[in-house]
């Protein structure tokens, strides 16, 4: 491990979208990339921390130097967080999907020529974020993201400041994730982070500074 300030610390950070499964070769999910888990697993890395990265099929390589766990589905997400408790702090930046399919099918479904489409039927994932919260051996710092699609920047701290509590989480990493702002699966990030106290608004920065303002701030709460 590299020598820092997170030297002989644990953290957990759990990265891009899930796969939920509508046959065994179709599929729901979402546009994450995984490209800002991955940079803050890499920052953390850089201060020395023990990683365990938890990752959903993303497009980006998981970093070096990090303990990786690849799942699919928020249900294999859920177990493989479970295993890597205990953890000093958890970063849960995976775009998990809210929703997995409830009539999934065993084989592949096909056309069966009445031309009527198949109907889907959705049961909601657990909250893995919320699970790590109210976990006997919860994380002493739990970071939980919202990325929103607000009108105004105010929408988005808004909702994610009421999501912070809903999910008792310590700190919430908020962004606009609007197509307009090319975040999503793009290079930079806008991020706000929330506190018990307050918020601050960090600028534009690259997905790789976001990360390592995080990880400092990580570093700082953890010393
Ligand atoms: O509720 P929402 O998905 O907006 O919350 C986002 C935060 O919750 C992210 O940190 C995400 O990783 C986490 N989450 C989770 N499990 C879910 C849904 C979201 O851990 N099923």
């Known amino acids: 491990f590299a020598d820092g300030p997170l030297k002989g610390r644990h953290i957990l ?10 046959d065994p070769v179709r599929y729901i999910a979402n546009r994450s990339s995984g490209a800002q888990g991955t940079a803050i697993a890499a920052a953390l890395r850089d201060l020395g921390a023990r990683v365990s990265f938890v990752t959903g099929p993303a497009d980006v390589p998981p970093p070096e130097g990090v303990d990786v766990i690849r799942v699919q589905t928020a249900r294999e997400m859920l177990e493989a ?4 408790l205990p953890a000093d702090a958890a970063v849960m930046a995976a775009a998990v999907a809210d929703w997995r399919v409830a009539n999934a099918s065993g084989a592949k479904m096909k056309k069966d020529g009445t031309g009527r489409a198949p109907a889907l039927e959705f049961a909601e994932n657990p909250d893995i974020l919320r699970t790590v919260c109210e976990a006997p051996d919860r994380p002493a710092l739990v970071v939980g993201f919202a990325a929103e699609t607000g009108d105004a920047q105010g929408d988005v701290v808004a909702h994610a400041t009421a999501k912070r509590a809903r999910k008792g989480c310590d700190w919430i990493l908020a962004n606009d994730v609007s197509p307009a702002t090319g975040i999503m699966g ?7 982070l929330i506190y018990a106290e307050g918020a601050e608004s960090w ?9 390592r303002r995080l990880a400092a701030r990580i570093a700082d709460a953890l010393t």
């Open 186 to 192: 793009g290079s930079e990030n806008a991020v706000t």
């Open 81 to 84: 967080v479970r295993a890597a």
């Open 13 to 22: 950070v759990t990265s891009g979208p899930t796969h939920e499964p509508i």
């Open 203 to 211: 600028p534009r920065l690259t997905k790789t500074e976001t990360a």
